[in-house]
């Protein structure tokens, strides 16, 4: 058997470090099925993500094996943020991430994303916006942040897709930009290779930092309190108070 370091611990998951170097991710059946699924779509759409080694079931919960990703995290080195070529390869990830796309009548029908977009709305008590149903739906990583990309000096590699889902594309597009405006990866208005609606743009960076704020206010520790400080910034340059 091989040794392991308890290295992680996520929404459903734990990470451990093998003593051979690989990775072993312990989670939820369902969700070991979710994340291999969008992990390996992600690999057909061109994003480069870790190579899945094994898969299986021990304990009553499921385990996925991965390689460890190449490189640098940027997390641990925030200054490549701003490198051009950093900045490059993460709009391109998220265009080719965006590229798979259906509309109201494909993966969701139109009461289906009417749903979606209301229950998360209705988290925050407030109304939606109707302008948002007129949308692609998009395969989105959703947490697209310097701790789940390495750059090895030509390519970024993305990790953990435990929040992947199919959503409306300002909806994604918007998690992002909250990002890459704190990060400095670069002007979405250039980078990004698909239309864009300015207003649902705002909406959707709005309701993302409301989401965040309102879960930062649940907890204590540093990395809620710079939460709460930076989306509370946030949602003031965007004209909430």
């Known amino acids: 058997m091989v040794e392991e370091t308890h290295v992680n611990e996520g929404f459903n998951s734990q990470t451990y470090l093998l003593l051979d170097g690989r990775f072993k991710q312990v989670l939820p059946y369902e969700a070991a099925l979710s994340r291999i699924f969008f992990m390996r779509l992600a690999s057909l759409l061109g994003v480069i993500t870790p190579q899945i080694l094994e898969f299986g079931v021990e304990g009553g919960q499921a385990y996925i094996i991965s390689e460890a990703a190449a490189g640098e995290k940027l ?4 200054n490549l943020c701003a490198n ?19 509309t109201r009548a494909g993966l969701r029908l139109e009461k289906e994303l009417g ?23 998009v395969f989105a990583h959703r947490d697209l942040n310097p701790s789940n990309l390495f750059w090895d000096g030509n390519k970024l590699i ?22 890459a405006e704190r990060y400095i990866f ?9 239309a864009i609606s300015e207003s649902k743009l705002r909406i959707w960076r709005r ?8 879960w930062a206010r649940k907890g204590s520790d540093k990395l ?5 400080t930076q989306n509370t910034a946030l949602l003031k340059s965007l004209g909430d108070t």
């Open 84 to 102: 051009n070529r950093v900045q490059q390869s993460y709009w391109t990830t998220l265009n080719q991430l965006h590229s798979f796309k259906t």
């Open 158 to 179: 993305v990790i953990d897709f435990g929040y992947a889902q199919f959503v409306p594309r300002h909806y994604d597009l918007a998690i992002h930009v909250n990002f």
């Open 75 to 78: 997390s641990d080195n925030i």
């Open 224 to 228: 809620s309190h710079t939460i709460l």
């Open 115 to 137: 749903d979606y977009v209301r229950e998360r709305f209705a988290s925050l008590g407030e109304e939606y916006p109707r302008e948002l149903l007129d949308d692609d739906i």
């Open 207 to 214: 309701f993302d930092a409301k989401k965040k704020i309102n």
């Open 186 to 194: 670069g002007d979405y208005r250039t980078a990004y290779a698909h």
